[in-house]
C-alpha cells in the first residue's frame, strides 16, 4: 500500500539556518526505504501557532495519510509541538506514542520526558516523534509495522478487516 507522508521538523535553529536538520531526511531515509512517499517536508521555528497552522494547511490539502513531525516534544518552554497538534486532531491514537517511549525508555531513561502524542485529523494520522535524528528514526521504527493498517483504516478500505 502506497502511503504518502509529510514531515514538518520544529527547530527555531534550523528555521533561521543556524543548525542543519539532520533529522527528517534520517526519517525521510526510513519512510522512502519502506517504500513510501514523502510529498512534502518542512522546518517551522517551535511556535505553537505556525506549526498549528502548517499542520492545518497540510491537512486540508487532503494529499496526505500521515504527518510526522520532529522535535519540540521535550520539557523546554519551547517544546510545544504536542500543544500544537493537540489543537489540529479530532481524535488521539495514544497506543502509538504509548509503544514509541515504552520501547525508547529500554534504551534511554529519558524517553520518559518525551511529551509527543499522536492523532488523527480528518483522516489524516499525526505522529510527533523527538527531535534528535536517532531517537526519531527508533520511534519511527516502532509503529511502521502499524502504519499500512492505520490508512486503511483511516480511508475506510473494505479490505481493511482482512488485516486484523
Do not use: Y
Not at 512534502?40 to 511556535?47: E, K, L, T, Y
Not at 505556525?50 to 487532503?62: A, F, H, S, Y
Not at 511502521?144 to 493498517?149: C, I, P, Y
Amino acid at each position: 500500500m502506497g502511503i504518502r507522508f509529510g514531515i514538518i521538523t520544529s527547530s527555531d535553529r534550523s528555521s533561521r539556518g543556524e543548525r542543519v536538520d539532520e533529522t527528517s531526511p534520517a526519517v525521510i531515509k526510513e519512510v522512502e526505504a519502506a517504500g513510501w512517499q514523502i510529498i512534502r517536508s518542512a522546518i517551522v521555528p517551535d511556535d505553537i501557532v505556525v506549526i498549528k497552522e502548517t499542520l492545518k494547511t497540510w491537512v486540508q490539502l487532503g494529499d496526505l495519510d500521515v504527518i510526522l513531525t520532529t522535535g519540540g516534544t521535550g520539557c523546554s518552554p519551547r517544546d510545544v509541538t504536542p500543544e500544537a497538534t493537540l489543537e489540529v486532531v479530532q481524535r488521539l491514537v495514544p497506543g502509538l506514542a504509548e509503544a514509541m517511549r515504552s520501547q525508547s525508555m529500554q534504551t534511554n531513561r529519558h524517553a520518559m520526558l518525551s511529551r509527543g502524542i499522536a492523532g488523527i485529523s480528518d483522516s489524516v494520522l499525526i505522529v510527533n516523534l523527538p527531535g534528535s535524528p536517532r531517537a526519531a528514526v527508533e520511534n519511527f521504527l516502532v509503529i511502521r509495522s502499524v502504519l499500512s493498517h492505520a490508512v486503511e483504516l483511516l480511508r475506510n478500505d473494505p479490505d481493511s478487516e482482512k488485516h486484523h
